[in-house]
């Protein structure tokens, strides 16, 4: 009797433990790991899924967001590039193919009037110049003789905006001009063949200036600082309620990217790095001459940015590029961003803004 009863606990046990080991297994084989998309508004040269010039390509390329995820082997990021940059990192999101983007403020702007529920975390690629470029040998010399001309604005990107805000400071509207709506790839080869006036466009249009391929005319840095472009990160609403954890995880690897990105030792490292993306480091220290990386590379969400956006917003709906207005409160949360700073030690790091764009003395 008592063998019997040994024998019988004992296949009781074996029994209980064989059901949590193939309740472990089900729940393994059924638990599906969390993807995080995280998208670009902008691709390499010939579509190379790299970018450049920015503390959120850096985090891409040297793999901040795999090791700061390293002990959540159940998360897994998947990067996409898109050629068609903001309309189409704002479609992607419309069609819930994305978490987070990096993306310009117009095409966040139109995306917002247009619906999308997201939130803004931190800057990445702020305070950028937009540049007029011309064919080799132009007559074109200035933004003014634009007028009845052939140019390339892409449409719906951070560029569009700055150079319709541009063209407002120098007595034009896009009516006097011809604009054709073209990408970066499309325009680099127009000017080169001639087959456009001009065209505005950022750092690749310095590239090929730098190979006299086409001539910069004229730069927004010496300009109005209004004129600026800022791109951040931004993420479905949805998304950062369900996970955020995950969320804190990725603004604090893009934290210690922009934090690397913005010391100035490192500033032909930046360069050599951002061209992974096949446009050459030439055309990078051109975009960043003049400027320190700090100023640059800061991932702040301060006073200025406020202010620009809801500027951009007002002046996106006065030229008719959205049809709604678009309030800008409760847009942004800073509160993943703050933390990153407080945890790495970098709370006073960069400079703060206010407003009007005058530095803000730390304590005041």
Do not use: C
Not at 66 to 93: C, I, M, T, Y
Not at 183 to 196: E, M, R, Y
Not at 208 to 235: F, W
């Amino acid at each position: 009797m008592r063998i019997s009863q040994s024998r019988s606990l004992a296949v009781t046990i074996a029994s209980a433990v064989l059901a949590l080991a193939l309740g472990i297994s089900a729940n393994s084989a059924s638990s599906e790991p969390l993807r995080v998309r995280i998208g670009f508004a902008s691709a390499g040269a010939d579509n190379r899924q790299f970018s450049g010039g920015s503390s959120a390509a850096i985090a891409h390329s040297e793999h901040y967001l795999d090791d700061e995820l390293r002990d959540l082997p159940e998360v897994q990021v998947e990067w996409s590039f898109f050629k068609g940059a903001g309309p189409a990192v704002n479609e992607a999101f419309a069609n819930n193919q994305l978490d987070f983007a990096l993306e310009g403020d117009l095409p966040q702007i139109i995306g917002r009037a247009n619906g999308l529920k997201t939130k803004i975390l931190l800057a990445t690629g702020a305070h950028s110049p937009t540049y007029l470029a011309v064919p080799q040998g132009s007559p074109v010399r200035r933004i003014e003789d634009l007028r009845g001309k052939k140019v390339s604005i892409f449409r719906g990107t951070n560029n569009h905006l700055a150079a319709v805000k541009a063209l407002a400071g120098h007595g034009l509207q896009e009516k006097d001009l011809q604009v054709i709506n073209m990408d970066t790839a499309g325009t680099n080869a127009a000017l080169i063949s001639g087959d456009i006036d001009a065209a505005f466009g950022n750092f690749p249009l310095a590239g090929l200036a730098d190979k006299g391929l086409a001539e910069i005319i004229y730069s927004t840095k010496n300009d109005s600082p209004s004129y600026e472009r800022h791109s951040t990160l931004i993420a479905q609403e949805a998304f950062v309620r369900a996970h955020p954890e995950v969320t804190q995880r990725i603004v604090n690897a893009i934290v210690r990217a922009a934090k690397w990105s913005s010391e100035e030792s490192n500033r032909e490292a930046f360069f050599e790095i951002s061209a992974r993306s096949g446009f050459p480091a030439s055309g990078f220290r051109f975009d960043f001459a003049g400027q320190e990386l700090k100023y640059r590379n800061s991932p702040l969400i301060d006073d200025s940015i406020l202010e620009h956006y809801r500027f951009q917003a007002k002046q996106a709906r006065e030229f008719g590029l959205i049809r709604r207005d678009v309030d800008v409160e409760g847009w942004f949360d800073r509160s993943f961003l703050d933390k990153a700073l407080a945890s790495q030690g970098l709370t006073n790091y960069w400079q703060a803004y206010d407003a009007s764009g005058k530095a803000i003395v730390a304590g005041r």
